[in-house]
């Protein structure tokens, strides 16, 4: 288990957008691993929309591979549904043909993914497991560093904009427990430009980064050992 290390630390961000360019910089030049969730129905940079003045622009597929290179990828559904508004053939297409169309691009196989808008009820989580997903994050922070037990309905840890992440990040560096322990940041990239807050990742980075003590692996290296 994570190379016979007790501790470990893994990212998922969402959308497929233009900031995620800056963003894997970072995780680069850093050697973290992190999950990105695409919407393979919305890979368009004519796909966009406005948040607070800014337009957000999803990329275009041909430049994802490069990019997201090293790291991992997985389903955010085809067109970003609300999946708690759907009947039950639409979440799977929104599901299966997402899962389909990403694996075509990548090449590889996927098994992961994030809720869109973070809604899930106890029937999507069956059609989840008819398409092969096995493990999906919502947007419900844990604050605590267990690992989680209901892979289909996955709490991180916190969002890196969370009050208390920094906090967090100090209370599981000091822990010493025998059981694992795993910290799990997630967010959007567009986000930090939205709140010109940048160097908050880099300073979680700084705090995060580099421990001979802890692995560093996408979602599925961390929740799938």
Same mark, same amino acid.
């Given at each position: ?87 039950? /053939? &639409? ?6 043909? %997402?899962?389909? $169309? @990403? =694996? ?57 904009? /969370? &009050? ?6 100090? %209370?599981?560096? $000091? @822990? =010493? ?49």
């Amino acid at each position: 288990m994570w190379n016979e290390k007790k501790k470990a630390v893994t990212f998922s961000y969402d959308d497929g957008v233009t900031q995620d360019k800056r963003l894997t910089e970072l995780f680069n030049y850093y050697r973290v691993k992190c999950t990105f969730n695409l919407n393979s129905g919305l890979q368009s940079y004519a796909s966009s929309w406005d948040n607070n003045g800014l337009t957000i622009h999803r990329m275009n597929t041909l430049e994802l591979p490069e990019l997201y290179n090293g790291h991992e990828i997985a389903v955010h559904c085809l067109t970003h549904a609300n999946l708690i508004e759907c009947d039950v /053939d &639409t979440i799977y297409n929104e599901v299966y043909m %997402d899962k389909q $169309n @990403l =694996e075509r691009i990548f090449g590889r196989s996927m098994n992961g993914m994030a809720y869109p808008f973070g809604t899930y009820n106890d029937a999507i989580a069956e059609v989840l497991k008819r398409c092969g997903i096995q493990y999906s994050r919502t947007v419900e922070s844990s604050k605590n560093f267990a690992i989680p037990q209901d892979l289909l309905r996955l709490k991180p840890t916190c969002h890196h904009d /969370d &009050t208390d992440v920094m906090t967090l990040i100090d %209370d599981f560096l $000091n @822990l =010493e427990s025998e059981a694992p322990q795993l910290f799990y940041i997630w967010g959007h990239s567009y986000e930090f430009d939205i709140n010109n807050n940048w160097n908050r990742m880099e300073k979680i980075l700084d705090k995060l980064a580099g421990k001979e003590e802890i692995f560093y692996g996408t979602n599925a290296q961390t929740l799938l050992y």
